[in-house]
């Protein structure tokens, strides 16, 4: 089965190309559910017009069925709420 903390260590794997860090860490991530094999996520992007949206999607996908043993995982991506980042992600990236 499945865990949570696995699919979370592994989307801490998965970097957003422009910004360098992690989706987890940026707060892209809005829910995971795990049901046996199924992975479903929640996420958005950093703007609807992320160049790269589909990059990490399938990045997220491939990387979760093959380090956690996922059969199937399914991604819905949405824009409500819009993404905003922490004050320390702010911090961090020096905005």
Do not use: H
């Not at 696995?6 to 794997?13: A, D, M, N, Y």
Request: net charge negative; with cysteine; proline share 6%.
């Amino acid at each position: 089965m499945v865990t949570k903390d696995e699919v979370i260590e592994t989307l801490k794997t998965c970097y957003d190309p422009e910004i360098n860090v992690d989706v987890y860490s940026l707060g892209l991530i809005y829910d995971i559910v795990i049901d046996d094999k199924k992975v479903k996520i929640k996420m958005t992007l950093t703007t609807p017009f992320c160049p790269y949206g589909q990059f990490l999607m399938d990045e997220i996908k491939r990387k979760i069925i093959e380090k956690n043993n996922a059969k199937e995982v399914e991604i819905d991506l949405t824009f409500e709420p819009p993404w905003q980042p922490s004050d320390e992600l702010r911090t961090s990236l020096g905005l």
